[in-house]
């Protein structure tokens, strides 16, 4: 898989590229492991709290998961930063496609707890330890489907996390300047030369 990466490529485009189903049939035996536990895996269970917000593309389940798994890749210790709200808002306007294979992603995410590490319990109920332990099987894992999917989940969490504004000064970062600080002309014109020359 090429690391190449196009400036104007959209969110949806990396996405694509990472992780679809194309690509994680392309994959193998392992791919094709990773969609039938999808589709077998519960879409709802009990138990997951009510989001703080209101949600345009998760379900409540997936936001549990998704604020959990944020929290464990990027190392937060709380929920002051709403990765998963952010992530909601950035994948509500993305195409059905990409919406789908993030829903089957988070579900086999959740429930592969059961199948790869025999664990008794989904990755929400696991004390954060075992949920970094269950992240590291899936970066280092040598099913390459499974790879994929934890890159294209890394790279949601990280988007997430850095489009909520309150991380931006950890970073030195402050904010766009589209809108807030003038534009310069930089650019001078030429007249063009007429066509007889």
């Known amino acids: 898989m090429s690391e190449d990466r196009p400036e104007n490529a959209t ?17 193998g035996a392992s791919g094709m492991l990773l969609l039938a536990l999808g589709a077998a895996a519960p879409s709802g269970c009990r138990g997951y709290p009510k989001p703080p917000v209101g949600l345009k593309f ?7 998961v998704f604020q959990a798994l ?10 002051s930063i ?11 306007v993305m195409s059905s496609s990409v ?7 988070l579900r086999i995410f959740e429930h592969g707890t059961h199948l790869f590490d025999l664990k008794g319990k ?21 099913m390459g489907a499974r790879r994929m999917v934890f890159r294209a989940l890394k790279l949601l969490a990280s988007l997430g996390y850095y489009g909520v504004p309150a991380t931006w000064p950890a970073i030195g970062y402050d ?18 030369a007429p066509l007889a020359t």
């Not at 998760?58 to 549990?64: I, K, L, N, V």
């Open 11 to 27: 969110l949806a485009d990396l996405l694509s590229r990472e992780v679809g189903r194309r690509m994680v049939l392309r994959s």
């Open 122 to 142: 989904r990755f929400t109920r696991l004390t954060r330890e075992d949920q970094e332990h269950y992240l590291r099987g899936w970066m280092e894992s040598s």
């Open 99 to 105: 919406k789908r294979d993030i829903h089957w992603m």
């Open 58 to 64: 998760f379900s409540d389940e997936e936001y549990a």
């Open 82 to 92: 709403d990765v998963a709200a952010e992530v909601d808002r950035l994948v509500s």
């Open 70 to 79: 944020a929290r464990a890749i990027l190392g937060l210790d709380d929920d």
């Open 175 to 192: 904010g766009p300047w589209l809108g807030r600080i003038p534009a310069e002309r930089r650019f001078s014109y030429e007249k063009p």
